[in-house]
């Protein structure tokens, strides 16, 4: 986590609010992700938990206690579209098991989406830790390649790619780099 904190800030200098260990709480998160100016895109790195029968119960566990899927999309209903959401998170694209869920499961990633982020990355599995930050700092440098927040978020798309290529140039086994997707525009 310390390299991919230390690689964002490189990218985003101080337009880059970043919350760590316990000032990550629920209170925070949800206050900056309201704040219209500090909205646009955001970063998550965490551990999140999927609720396959009340899925606005899924959520992000953060320092003191869980962000939930419904919490988010309640406290950004005023805010409008947002541009970027990358999840650096296990499962946050993923379904886990469907035996018991309903036909139209809601993961992680498509409840953010429906918050109001337009371009949202996120996982299908679980992610090996060593390659977030490598990821991470590909994808936001070609995203970002005409500076911090001088992005179209259509992009976002082409950026996971070639991030994801890197890793695939790199020999980075299939299984790890083939769990990273992207949804929205």
Same mark, same amino acid.
Not at 37 to 43: A, G, N, R, Y
Not at 151 to 164: C, I, N, R
């Given at each position: 986590?310390?390299?991919?904190?230390?690689?964002?800030?490189?990218?985003?200098?101080?337009?880059?609010?970043?919350?760590?260990?316990?000032?990550?709480?629920?209170?925070?998160?949800?206050?900056?992700?309201?704040?219209?100016?500090?909205?646009? =895109?955001?970063?998550?790195? =965490?551990?999140?938990?999927?609720?396959?029968?009340?899925?606005?119960?899924?959520?992000?566990?953060?320092?003191?206690?869980?962000?939930?899927?419904?919490?988010?999309?309640?406290?950004?209903?005023?805010?409008?579209?947002?541009?970027?959401?990358?999840?650096?998170? =296990?499962?946050?694209?993923?379904?886990?098991?469907?035996?018991?869920?309903?036909?139209?499961?809601?993961?992680?990633?498509?409840?953010?989406?429906?918050?109001?982020?337009?371009?949202?990355?996120?996982?299908?599995?679980?992610?090996?830790?060593?390659?977030?930050?490598?990821?991470?700092?590909?994808?936001?440098?070609?995203?970002?390649?005409?500076?911090?927040?001088?992005?179209?978020?259509?992009?976002?798309?082409?950026?996971?790619?070639?991030?994801?290529?890197?890793?695939?140039?790199?020999?980075?086994?299939?299984?790890?780099? =083939?769990?990273?997707?992207?949804?929205?525009?």
């Amino acid at each position: 986590m310390t390299n991919e904190l230390h690689n964002l800030r490189g990218i985003f200098g101080d337009r880059a609010t970043v919350l760590v260990n316990d000032e990550a709480t629920r209170h925070n998160v949800i206050d900056r992700i309201t704040r219209r100016e500090d909205s646009e =895109c955001i970063h998550i790195a =965490c551990h999140g938990y999927l609720n396959r029968l009340r899925p606005l119960d899924s959520a992000f566990v953060l320092h003191d206690g869980h962000l939930t899927l419904q919490d988010l999309v309640q406290s950004t209903a005023t805010i409008g579209i947002r541009h970027l959401a990358f999840l650096a998170l =296990c499962h946050s694209a993923a379904t886990g098991d469907t035996n018991d869920a309903p036909d139209e499961f809601i993961s992680l990633a498509a409840g953010v989406q429906v918050s109001g982020f337009r371009s949202v990355v996120g996982t299908l599995w679980a992610m090996a830790d060593e390659d977030g930050p490598g990821l991470a700092q590909e994808f936001y440098t070609h995203l970002m390649r005409k500076g911090a927040y001088d992005f179209d978020p259509k992009d976002a798309a082409a950026a996971l790619h070639l991030a994801v290529k890197g890793m695939r140039d790199r020999g980075v086994p299939m299984e790890r780099w =083939c769990t990273f997707v992207h949804i929205g525009i």
